[in-house]
């Protein structure tokens, strides 16, 4: 009896692992980790699908991890418990951390390695120069790529008497009076955040944040805005937010800029081309999509960009890392940037693709259209981004002293200024951290 | 001590013990010592490099104006948290134990707000409390900035406190409640026959006899302040406006989790332990000196 049982169990044990054979043989598994939610998630998930079908032998779980700081969050602890995924997405000012971390298999290193190389030269110059390293090399893969325009309510605005969209900030202020003046209970909603406020603002006007060129060259990089264009500008919102102009999106019944916009409240807004797919979701057929305006007689610089990027761990197998780079490279095929693109309203990475969407126009949103043209210009050292550490901290302080400002407990001037100090006792720390580290990029 | 309540054999008690021990150690004791380890070092986020600093970390939060701004914060928000959910709860308990019939059926429905999350309980006073719709937004549009969270500090810790005292509130409750019954009926009925009325018999024989219940309550709320308002800063305030709720449970999260500051983050966190010892500590002095009084 026993004999017997244990033959069995035996038996269905070999059965098993014989089961198990072709499936270590043949599927190459791995998990990619990303940080949206809602539309944007169903249509990563179909790349993902479009991808598991083009590549049977491979397969890739994508799993959702919540916003953009908890991914990042998670994956470090994911790291350090040696439960990393293979790839992950990580956001804009998460760029300094992950570049030095010692954790990564730098992408351009692995597509070459498993002979996928990509030719970076074929990247938007603005999205190339705000991943590149100081010798120019990509370590990770351009994924959700935005940048900052205005959109504008057509009706409303022509109701108030305004027939084409403010360039300058200068004709914005005067939009803002004129709706006011015409009764418009909210001109325009903003959630004064710095990556719309600071840091796109200054890009344009190719404006310095912070030394080092923002801190591309290196850790020695110090804050140094509180003077210059972001006061004159941070001036400008001061008042327009005394005067009820620019309204906290708070104040919005739907709590949230971009569908305070989309649902008609509110005249204007200043969001990121991604917000594009929430627009025309709601069905708003008036909306106008403008470049961010600057001030009269400044030059007008190309905008830099935000959102993320795709890093590879390390720890895998060589022929994990074959499948990641096929992943990889199928997202970076022109028909899945252009299908990510059309639905989402980030933009195109590639000239390839750019080109693909230029000639077949009918297609094209406006957002999309007119962000890849602002990028597109001339630019100078300044307007590539920043690659600052702690920048998520930082971003909290800058938010902190501007309420401040904003309730009247400190002068804009003050608040720049002591954002400035604070930021900059940060980045004194993040250089101390990592100068004895050997690891990484410099 | 009767021999049969001893366990038999060294081990036995030991074995009882040991699922509870392991897991304060894994969650508590390993934690601990691991935030011990990061404060005295400068740490990167994924590890791979570390550098000893002594005791720099903890005297760069101590020279820092927002350290104390948060110590600050804290303080007013433990202080209003603590003496809200008491003062409510009490006077709750008080008039659930003078109206005997109703009271059971009170007793029930006042204990219920206790099985809510802090987090959810944030979600929903942020929406009620929203500027822009609900009760608010209509007394705002009547009045116009009249209700400013998202500007006024005073304002938003009203809000964090008002929450606070919601979660509190049932706990203290039911331990105010159950302190009220164990007073003898004799010297209440006493009292009554003596002529004295409810609110004089509540302060003057209940009150100074429930004083070790209302001490320990208090503390009890006193910790939960200090280190479980997390989720409902989080939720309702995110620290503003202008760091004005940046209590420092939250701030530890922002500068560790946010900000990924792992040293600093587990600087403030030690500080804040040495915090919530020094609470325990008094109130465990002023126990052991309240049980020999009484012995």
């Known amino acids: 009896m026993t004999l017997r049982a244990a033959g069995l169990w035996f038996a269905w044990m070999l059965s098993a692992c014989v089961a198990a054979i072709p499936a270590i043989g043949r599927a190459a598994a791995f998990e990619f980790w990303y940080a949206h939610g809602g539309l944007y998630a169903q249509t990563i998930n179909e790349l993902c699908a479009g991808f598991n079908k083009t590549y049977p032998q491979d397969h890739v779980r994508c799993l959702p991890q919540g916003t953009y700081e908890q991914t990042m969050r998670k994956a470090v602890a994911a790291y350090r418990a040696d439960q990393q995924p293979a790839v992950v997405e990580i956001y804009d000012i998460g760029t300094a951390d992950m570049m030095r971390s010692g954790a990564i298999y730098p992408v351009d290193a692995l597509m070459k390695d498993t002979g996928h190389p990509t030719d970076d030269a074929d990247y938007l110059d603005s999205i190339r120069r705000f991943y590149a390293t100081p010798d120019g090399r990509l370590l990770s893969q351009p994924f959700g790529t935005s940048t900052l325009v205005l959109y504008a309510n057509r009706k409303k605005l022509a109701a108030a008497g305004i027939n084409e969209l403010p360039q300058t900030w200068e004709a914005f202020g005067q939009a803002l009076q004129a709706l006011k003046a015409h009764g418009e209970s909210c001109p325009a909603v903003a959630d004064y955040t710095p990556w719309k406020m600071l840091e796109q603002i200054n890009a344009v006007q190719g404006a310095p944040i912070a030394s080092a060129n923002n801190g591309h060259d290196g850790l020695a990089a110090r804050y140094d805005f509180a003077d210059g264009i972001h006061l004159r500008y941070m001036r400008d919102v001061l008042r327009w937010h005394a005067q009820g102009l620019l309204l906290p999106a708070i104040l919005t019944h739907a709590n949230d800029q971009t569908l305070a916009f989309a649902d008609g409240e509110c005249a204007m807004v200043i969001d990121a081309t991604g917000a594009y797919a929430i627009v025309a979701k709601a069905g708003m057929v008036d909306a106008e999509v403008g470049p961010l305006p600057v001030y009269a007689g400044t030059t007008r610089y190309g905008n830099t960009i935000g959102g993320s990027s795709l890093w590879v761990f390390k720890g895998e197998t060589p022929a994990v890392y074959s499948a990641v780079a096929r992943f990889l490279a199928y997202l970076r095929e022109p028909q899945q940037q252009l299908f990510f693109s059309a639905r989402t309203g980030y933009l195109p990475l590639t000239h390839n693709a750019e080109q693909k969407l230029a000639s077949s126009p009918s297609t094209e949103p406006d957002a999309i259209r007119v962000g890849l043209a602002s990028m597109a210009l001339p630019g100078n050292p300044y307007n590539a981004g920043v690659r600052l550490g702690f920048m998520s901290l930082f971003r909290l302080i800058w938010q902190e002293e501007v309420q401040r400002a904003l309730a009247g407990r400190e002068s804009m001037d003050d608040a720049l200024i002591n954002a400035q100090a604070r930021g900059n006792l940060l980045l004194e720390r993040f250089q101390a951290t990592y100068r004895a580290s050997t690891a990484g990029a410099p | ?295």
């Open chain 2, 1 to 295: 001590m009767k021999t049969s309540a001893r366990f038999h054999g060294r081990w036995t008690p030991f074995a009882l013990g040991l699922p509870q021990l392991a897991l304060i150690a894994l969650f508590f004791y390993w934690p601990t010592l691991k935030g011990l380890w990061w404060s005295f070092h400068l740490v990167c986020p994924f590890g791979h490099c570390s550098s000893f600093v002594g005791f720099d970390n903890y005297l760069r939060e101590l020279k820092d104006a927002n350290f104390y701004a948060s110590l600050f914060s804290t303080a007013v928000f433990s202080l209003f948290g603590v003496g809200a959910s008491v003062i409510v709860a009490l006077v709750l308990a008080w008039m659930v134990e003078l109206h005997q019939r109703s009271g059971r059926l009170f007793r029930y429905l006042l204990i219920w707000p206790y099985a809510v999350a802090g987090s959810v309980l944030g979600v929903i006073l942020r929406v009620a409390s929203s500027p822009s719709i609900g009760l608010m937004g209509y007394l705002n549009s009547v009045w116009p900035g009249f209700w400013q969270p998202h500007l006024n500090g005073t304002q938003a810790m009203t809000m964090v406190v008002f929450a606070f005292a919601w979660t509190q509130i049932p706990f203290d409750f039911i331990v105010l409640v159950a302190a009220l019954r164990s007073i003898p009926a004799d010297y209440m009925a006493a009292a009554a026959i003596d002529g004295a009325g409810p609110l004089r018999r509540f302060i003057d024989i209940q009150i100074p006899m429930i004083r070790p219940q209302l001490f320990f309550v208090a503390t009890m709320n006193l910790i939960d302040s200090i280190t479980n308002s997390f989720a409902i800063v989080d939720t309702m305030t995110q620290g503003g406006p202008g760091g004005a709720t940046n209590i420092l449970a939250y701030k530890i999260y922002r500068d560790g989790f946010i900000g990924l500051d792992l040293s600093g983050s587990s600087a403030l966190s030690i500080l804040l332990m040495l915090l919530v010892l020094a609470a325990s500590a008094v109130q465990f002095v002023v126990f052991e000196r309240q049980a020999k009084r009484e012995a």
